[in-house]
């Protein structure tokens, strides 16, 4: 009697198997994913508290009160003076409400990553040019709050930290990928210290805030 064999064709790993499949596309590793999930959720959690006060806001106006953010603690703390400026509707519309819309996608590109998904280079490419649009919006609003508004709102504080973490992360992720062309040492410095970048961002920012109120924050 003849002993009929299959091959097993699923010899590689799934890993493997996808990037055969699949060939100039990546995907993130579990810690990216989670990276990503959690700073789009802290985004959007602010961008959420911001839509509602300024929904409740406007609702006081209409009836004639006076409505106060539970975020306004201070002269300088002052939720409420930045929802009613110019710049917190920058392109005509509450500037929450966009954070509604980017956030959530930032968080549905973690969920993937974490499922396994692998995505091409243009994917990639797109989705960093998205948070370095993010990221640029939140320097001009960084400096519209410290020298034109005069005040600091502490969600939106909160939507620059996860906004510029999200930015260096992804733009590591694509210079370590080979789908931003960089040096050689830019990417091993990327590949060890990414976090470095972050910090320096996020402590430059402190820096500024501290130095613009120091009178306020010393008294």
Known sequence: MSK????????KSEPERAEADAPGTAGGSRAFALLLVITGAAGLLAAWVITIDKFKLLEAKVE???FTPGCSLNPVVSCGSVMESDQASAFGFPNPMLGLVTYGIVIGVGMSLLARA?????YWLTF???TLFGVSFCAWLTFQSL???????LW???AWVATIIMFWYVTSFNIRNGF???PGWLKSFFGEFTWVMPVLHIGIIGMLILTRWWEFWTS
């Open 128 to 130: 960093n040019a998205g």
């Open 4 to 11: 009929t064999t299959v091959k097993d064709v699923s010899t």
């Open 147 to 153: 020298y034109r508004i005069n005040a600091l709102c």
């Open 118 to 122: 692998r995505f091409p280079r243009w």
């Open 156 to 158: 939106c504080c909160l």
């Open 180 to 182: 931003l062309p960089a």
């Open 64 to 66: 004639g009160k006076t």
